[in-house]
Protein backbone atom coordinates (compact mmCIF):
# COMPACT_ATOMS: atom_id res chain seq x y z
CA UNK A 1 0.00 0.00 0.00
CA UNK A 2 2.77 2.48 0.75
CA UNK A 3 4.45 1.72 -2.16
CA UNK A 4 1.18 2.28 -3.97
CA UNK A 5 1.13 6.06 -2.71
CA UNK A 6 4.70 6.80 -2.83
CA UNK A 7 4.73 5.59 -6.30
CA UNK A 8 1.23 7.72 -6.97
CA UNK A 9 3.17 10.61 -5.53
CA UNK A 10 5.98 10.10 -7.48
CA UNK A 11 4.68 10.32 -10.86
CA UNK A 12 2.13 12.79 -9.93
CA UNK A 13 5.51 15.37 -8.47
CA UNK A 14 7.37 14.10 -12.03
CA UNK A 15 4.02 14.88 -14.80
CA UNK A 16 3.74 18.41 -12.91
CA UNK A 17 7.41 19.29 -13.67
CA UNK A 18 7.27 18.24 -17.10
CA UNK A 19 4.37 20.56 -18.18
CA UNK A 20 5.79 23.63 -19.65
CA UNK A 21 5.51 27.36 -18.49
CA UNK A 22 4.52 30.21 -20.04
CA UNK A 23 7.68 32.83 -20.09
CA UNK A 24 6.78 36.40 -20.98
CA UNK A 25 9.60 39.16 -20.97
CA UNK A 26 8.69 42.80 -21.64
CA UNK A 27 11.22 44.73 -23.37
CA UNK A 28 10.74 47.96 -24.25
CA UNK A 29 7.45 50.03 -23.72
CA UNK A 30 4.56 49.53 -26.11
CA UNK A 31 2.11 51.91 -27.94
CA UNK A 32 -1.42 51.23 -26.41
CA UNK A 33 -3.43 53.61 -28.81
CA UNK A 34 -2.12 51.37 -32.25
CA UNK A 35 -3.23 47.94 -32.30
CA UNK A 36 -2.03 47.53 -35.89
CA UNK A 37 -0.03 44.79 -36.62
CA UNK A 38 1.83 42.86 -39.75
CA UNK A 39 0.96 38.62 -39.53
CA UNK A 40 1.66 36.08 -41.68
CA UNK A 41 -0.86 35.15 -44.34
CA UNK A 42 -2.24 31.36 -44.33
CA UNK A 43 -1.92 29.11 -41.61
CA UNK A 44 -3.40 26.29 -40.21
CA UNK A 45 -6.24 25.96 -37.56
CA UNK A 46 -4.46 26.91 -34.66
CA UNK A 47 -3.02 30.44 -36.31
CA UNK A 48 -6.94 31.25 -37.91
CA UNK A 49 -8.48 30.85 -34.54
CA UNK A 50 -5.50 33.46 -33.53
CA UNK A 51 -5.98 35.49 -35.92
CA UNK A 52 -9.39 35.77 -35.77
CA UNK A 53 -9.34 36.28 -31.95
CA UNK A 54 -7.21 39.13 -33.11
CA UNK A 55 -9.49 40.75 -35.09
CA UNK A 56 -12.13 40.47 -32.20
CA UNK A 57 -10.24 42.35 -29.88
CA UNK A 58 -10.12 45.16 -32.31
CA UNK A 59 -6.51 44.61 -33.96
CA UNK A 60 -5.78 45.77 -37.44
CA UNK A 61 -4.20 42.84 -39.47
CA UNK A 62 -2.17 43.39 -42.35
CA UNK A 63 -0.20 40.65 -44.31
CA UNK A 64 3.08 41.92 -45.54
CA UNK A 65 5.88 40.34 -47.18
CA UNK A 66 8.79 42.06 -45.32
CA UNK A 67 8.68 45.04 -48.09
CA UNK A 68 12.24 46.00 -48.02
CA UNK A 69 13.01 49.78 -49.19
CA UNK A 70 16.73 50.26 -50.27
CA UNK A 71 17.45 54.05 -50.81
CA UNK A 72 21.03 55.38 -50.92
CA UNK A 73 24.22 55.55 -53.87
CA UNK A 74 26.39 53.00 -54.20
CA UNK A 75 28.83 53.87 -51.73
CA UNK A 76 25.90 54.46 -48.78
CA UNK A 77 23.02 52.23 -48.95
CA UNK A 78 20.38 51.68 -46.50
CA UNK A 79 17.66 49.26 -46.14
CA UNK A 80 14.92 49.11 -43.62
CA UNK A 81 11.31 46.93 -43.59
CA UNK A 82 8.86 49.71 -44.56
CA UNK A 83 5.07 48.92 -43.14
CA UNK A 84 1.80 50.01 -42.44
CA UNK A 85 1.47 48.35 -38.71
CA UNK A 86 3.40 49.72 -35.88
CA UNK A 87 4.05 46.15 -35.05
CA UNK A 88 5.14 42.70 -36.51
CA UNK A 89 4.23 39.21 -35.49
CA UNK A 90 6.39 36.51 -35.67
CA UNK A 91 5.10 33.16 -34.48
CA UNK A 92 6.15 29.68 -34.33
CA UNK A 93 4.28 26.67 -32.34
CA UNK A 94 4.15 23.11 -32.62
CA UNK A 95 0.76 21.03 -32.86
CA UNK A 96 0.54 17.28 -32.74
CA UNK A 97 -2.85 15.12 -33.16
CA UNK A 98 -4.51 13.80 -30.26
CA UNK A 99 -5.53 10.79 -30.00
CA UNK A 100 -9.16 11.89 -28.72
CA UNK A 101 -9.61 13.79 -31.94
CA UNK A 102 -8.31 17.44 -32.99
CA UNK A 103 -4.65 19.04 -32.89
CA UNK A 104 -3.37 19.73 -29.20
CA UNK A 105 -0.47 22.62 -28.81
CA UNK A 106 2.59 21.71 -27.08
CA UNK A 107 4.71 24.56 -27.57
CA UNK A 108 5.00 28.15 -28.98
CA UNK A 109 6.88 31.12 -29.70
CA UNK A 110 5.63 34.05 -29.99
CA UNK A 111 7.19 37.68 -30.88
CA UNK A 112 6.40 41.33 -31.28
CA UNK A 113 8.61 43.90 -33.05
CA UNK A 114 7.65 47.27 -33.22
CA UNK A 115 8.29 47.93 -37.12
CA UNK A 116 9.63 52.04 -36.62
CA UNK A 117 12.10 51.16 -34.11
CA UNK A 118 12.89 47.49 -35.38
CA UNK A 119 12.92 46.64 -31.18
CA UNK A 120 11.24 43.64 -29.56
CA UNK A 121 9.29 44.89 -27.65
CA UNK A 122 7.75 41.39 -26.12
CA UNK A 123 8.60 37.57 -26.41
CA UNK A 124 6.44 34.91 -24.90
CA UNK A 125 7.15 31.01 -24.90
CA UNK A 126 6.17 27.85 -23.82
CA UNK A 127 8.43 25.31 -24.32
CA UNK A 128 7.96 21.49 -25.77
CA UNK A 129 7.02 19.04 -22.67
CA UNK A 130 5.13 15.62 -23.20
CA UNK A 131 2.52 16.56 -20.66
CA UNK A 132 1.52 19.79 -22.97
CA UNK A 133 -1.31 18.71 -24.49
CA UNK A 134 -3.66 22.12 -24.76
CA UNK A 135 -6.33 22.60 -27.08
CA UNK A 136 -6.18 25.80 -29.37
CA UNK A 137 -8.46 27.78 -28.01
CA UNK A 138 -6.75 26.91 -24.26
CA UNK A 139 -3.47 28.13 -25.86
CA UNK A 140 -5.01 31.07 -27.24
CA UNK A 141 -6.51 32.27 -24.13
CA UNK A 142 -2.64 31.67 -22.24
CA UNK A 143 -1.33 34.09 -25.35
CA UNK A 144 -3.93 36.90 -25.66
CA UNK A 145 -3.72 38.73 -21.94
CA UNK A 146 -0.98 40.60 -23.16
CA UNK A 147 -2.53 41.40 -26.33
CA UNK A 148 -5.64 42.33 -24.65
CA UNK A 149 -3.45 44.73 -22.19
CA UNK A 150 -2.90 46.85 -25.20
CA UNK A 151 -6.22 48.24 -24.82
Not at 71 to 83: D, F, L, P, V
Not at 93 to 119: C, E, I
Amino acid sequence: MNKTILSLITFTLFFIGCTGKVMVAEYYPVDKTDKSITISAGGDYFFTLFKKTLLNDGWDLQVDANSLLTQGSNASQETTIKSKTKYRLYMKWRTMPDLFGGDKVHAYQVSVVDNRTGKEVMSMSKSYSPANKVSAEDTIEEIMPWFRGLK
